[in-house]
């Protein structure tokens, strides 16, 4: 994952917990419980982020490759 990549996944997740984190609030949910799970959510949500961009990648990768071979 690019830098910049990186960079859009910590702001998505970011934006994605902060309304979680109201949505939990308005349940009475602990701010001890908040926190852990916000780490963990936002963690994860980087991390499939990355699954994605390396799907997309290898899709487009094959796409191409598929295209180049048909344009023979």
Do not use: P
């Given at each position: 994952?690019?830098?910049?990549?990186?960079?859009?996944?910590?702001?998505?997740?970011?934006?994605?917990?902060?309304?979680?984190?109201?949505?939990?609030?308005?349940?009475s949910v602990s701010?001890?419980?908040?926190d852990i799970v916000?780490?963990?959510?936002?963690?994860?949500?980087?991390?499939?982020?990355?699954?994605?961009?390396?799907?997309?990648?290898?899709?487009?990768?094959?796409?191409?490759?598929?295209?180049?071979r048909l344009s023979?």
């Amino acid at each position: 994952m690019t830098k910049e990549q990186e960079e859009k996944a910590k702001q998505l997740a970011r934006e994605h917990w902060e309304y979680l984190c109201k949505v939990l609030k308005t349940h009475s949910v602990s701010n001890d419980i908040i926190d852990i799970v916000g780490f963990h959510y936002k963690t994860a949500f980087i991390h499939g982020f990355k699954h994605g961009i390396e799907y997309y990648s290898e899709t487009l990768d094959n796409t191409i490759s598929k295209i180049l071979r048909l344009s023979k």
